[in-house]
């Protein structure tokens, strides 16, 4: 622990948050926050470089119930995207998603009418993106070839990061590789886990967005203001509580506290994987929803206290003189 450096600063000014998270693989995690960057960072002994992202099961094998609400929370993301673009319709906007996952959220995009390009490193999801719709789907990690050959088209008017910045291991080289590709006044749009919520409060290790095995860094607000001003972007605004994620995240989270388990209704439900669990933890997943009351009650608190579990911050691009690079 004596060697720690922070990867962002190169300082050594850090305070251990979480000490021996194990994981199903049982591969110990820990987690500690730089004091400096405000930002919290994963570290393991065991490097598990075979480690897969399990993706997502289609949309045609979940309950039509929970498709109507993925719906609903499409529409809600695509509301705030209009509201940064200022605008009802998103005809003629270009937009680039980072990290676009199964491309519901492009998709919901294009069908406003903005010609989205995303960029997915898991191949798979690109059979899930109709031809139909208008996404460009990018099979790859987003580096400095694919900045090259998209800042040869024309710039985009906002770049999002829906909940795959805190995958990135590089954060900061990115927000610069994104910079050059926005137009003047462009926007970048991240929605990441918030370190200093609530949920985590109360959660801790078994906080359902903390992830160690796949996040390797957790913002805090302040942390992640602090690296977007780094990499040359002016807050705009901060979006409060997010129905969406406050709801799931409470659940999850309550359930995982109880059943001293990590997510496994979620894997379960979301990615058809089955973690290996203890009875208690399968029986009382089977009866979750007696715990939503408890869920909306914590959720109501959140809002109130106005201390959501997710980050959801704009920030737009600063003309150069201003920039610190
Ligand atoms: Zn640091």
């Not at 940064?84 to 937009?95: E, F, M, T």
């Not at 676009?100 to 492009?106: E, Q, V």
């Not at 985590?200 to 078994?206: D, V």
């Not at 001293?260 to 009382?284: D, F, H």
């Amino acid at each position: 622990m004596s060697k720690y450096i922070c990867p962002i600063c190169k300082n050594n000014c850090f305070q251990l948050l979480e000490d021996n998270i194990y994981t199903p693989l049982n591969i110990q995690y820990k987690i500690s926050w730089c004091q400096h960057c405000k930002i919290a960072h994963t570290f393991t002994s065991n490097s598990n470089k075979d480690k897969k992202f399990p993706i997502d099961i289609s949309s045609k094998y979940v309950s039509p119930f929970y498709q109507i609400i993925m719906r609903y929370f499409m529409f809600l993301r695509v509301r705030k995207i209009r509201a940064i673009l200022r605008c009802q319709s998103l005809q003629g906007k270009r937009i680039l998603d980072i990290g676009g996952g199964s491309g519901g959220f492009a998709q919901a995009l294009a069908s406003y009418g903005a010609e989205v390009t995303v960029i997915e490193p898991q191949k798979i999801y690109r059979q899930l993106i109709s031809k139909n719709s208008n996404v460009n789907y990018i099979h790859s990690t987003f580096n400095n070839t694919i900045a090259h050959t998209l800042m040869k088209g024309k710039k985009f008017d906002i770049v999002t990061f829906w909940h795959s910045f805190e995958h990135l291991n590089n954060p900061l080289s990115v927000l610069k590789l994104v910079r050059p590709l926005l137009r003047v006044g462009g926007f970048v749009y991240i929605c990441v886990p918030n370190i200093q919520s609530m949920q985590y409060t109360f959660g801790r290790q078994y906080w359902t967005y903390l992830d160690p095995i796949f996040h390797p860094f957790h913002y805090s607000v302040r942390g992640l203001s602090k690296m977007l001003q780094r990499a040359g972007f002016k807050i705009r605004k901060l979006f409060p509580y997010s129905l969406e994620y406050d709801l799931f995240g409470w659940h999850q989270t309550l359930l995982n506290r109880i059943t001293e388990s990590n997510n496994y209704l979620y894997m379960k439900k979301k990615k058809g994987i089955e973690i290996p669990s203890s009875v208690a933890t399968r029986y009382v997943s089977a009866v979750h929803i007696f715990l939503l009351p408890l869920t909306l009650f914590a959720n109501l608190i959140t809002y109130c206290m106005n201390n959501p579990s997710c980050i959801d911050i704009v920030a737009y691009k600063r003309p150069v003189q201003n920039t610190i690079l």
